[in-house]
């Protein structure tokens, strides 16, 4: 079985001859301890089962990390690649109607995703990223605006939801034209201690949004991973009614415990992660993260529809030879039939 194969085993809830590898982003500051000269997506082919690209985007540089990104908005990396958002083009009704979004349909959007089909197509699991929702409708006005226009403009969040869903459903759907297997989409939803919006909430704003782009993804012959970091116990059984195929990354230190989760939804949807890419990966002792991986596989893989993965991303902080021992030991102790 190759990771192609074994990465789509297991979301389909049956078991591989292994348990599949995967991991959404890592730094370049560790990838350059790893794997010095290799590319993200070259070191994720070498020794993951799925290799994760995004779209290619425009930025404006500003100096000292500051960046305007392609919504206009501005942002500073803060040592993480994304950028943290702190200056927004939206202020109001009024800004709204005049802005103009960026087109998900230009050439150079897809490019390293058509690079990564050339060369691993059938044979690694070809995961694309989008935000899908939430986070750039919120990342236009900013957090605590949207989060209060919730409640005193609902209509003007509709619509900001409207333009960000639009912008990822048509990049998705081109993803998976150009040969993407899995659509993983990225927006957050809870914090450790809860959701950040309300149930009820979640489900009059971003529910139908997130039904119409599951449904279309399984349309066209794809997967559909939902990631949301965070203590999502209130929503999951929202989340399983989307029938999206997998969910990740199940923080433990979120409180979401993976044998709780094996056995309330195991049966039903795939696990992907647990790992803690906080303490464990970033201070802890080689012999620690060894115990952690071969504990957390005896809980996830029996009966299949588990992968593994950090609880987050690899970032800058987590020590590249903890996270090595992470998937060395995966590799080990993640074959099925063998004791």
Same mark, same amino acid.
Request: glycine fraction near 8%; aromatic fraction near 10%.
């Given at each position: 079985?190759?990771? *192609?194969?074994?990465?789509? !085993? ?32 070259? $070191? ?7 290799? !994760? ?89 900013? $957090? ?20 960000? $869903?639009? *912008? ?127 504990? !957390? ?27 090595? !021992? ?6 080990? *102790? ?6």
């Amino acid at each position: 079985m190759n990771s *192609y194969d074994r990465v789509l !085993t297991a979301l389909e809830l049956n078991t591989p001859d292994r348990v599949p590898i995967v991991e959404w982003m890592i730094h370049p500051a560790v990838l350059a301890r790893l794997q010095p000269g290799a590319s993200e997506k070259e $070191f994720m082919a070498a020794h993951l089962d799925a290799v !994760t690209v995004s779209q290619c985007i425009n930025e404006v540089n500003c100096g000292n990390g500051v960046f305007i990104d392609e919504w206009g908005i501005k942002r500073n990396r803060l040592g993480q690649d994304y950028g943290f958002a702190f200056e927004f083009p939206i202020r109001n009704e009024e800004d709204l109607r005049k802005y103009l979004p960026p087109k998900p349909h230009e050439e150079y959007r897809l490019r390293t995703l058509q690079e990564t089909v050339r060369h691993y197509k059938g044979e690694k699991a070809i995961v694309f990223g989008i935000e899908s929702v939430f986070t750039t409708a919120w990342a236009l006005v900013g $957090f605590e605006s949207f989060l209060m226009s919730v409640r005193t403009d609902p209509e003007f969040v509709k619509k900001l939801l409207d333009l960000s $869903f639009t *912008y990822h459903f048509e990049l998705a759907k081109a993803a998976i034209q150009a040969g993407a297997d899995i659509i993983m989409c990225g927006d957050d939803l809870a914090y450790n201690q809860g959701l950040i919006l309300s149930l009820r909430d979640f489900r009059e704003f971003l529910f139908p949004y997130y039904r119409t782009i599951v449904d279309e993804v399984h349309s066209r012959g794809a997967y559909f991973v939902k990631h949301t970091d965070g203590r999502i116990w209130e929503i999951m059984d929202s989340l399983l009614e989307l029938h999206i195929d997998g969910i990740n990354p199940l923080e433990p230190t979120a409180g979401m415990s993976l044998a709780d989760v094996k056995r309330e939804y195991g049966s039903r949807i795939c696990l992907i992660g647990n790992i803690d890419c906080g303490d464990l990966l970033c201070r802890k002792p080689i012999k620690c993260v060894e115990s952690v991986v071969k504990e !957390t596989i005896q809980i996830g893989a029996p009966g299949g529809g588990y992968i593994i993965s950090s609880s987050n991303v690899i970032h800058a902080a987590v020590r590249p030879e903890n996270y090595w !021992t992470m998937v060395q030991t995966a590799k080990m *102790y993640g074959r099925y039939k063998i004791s």
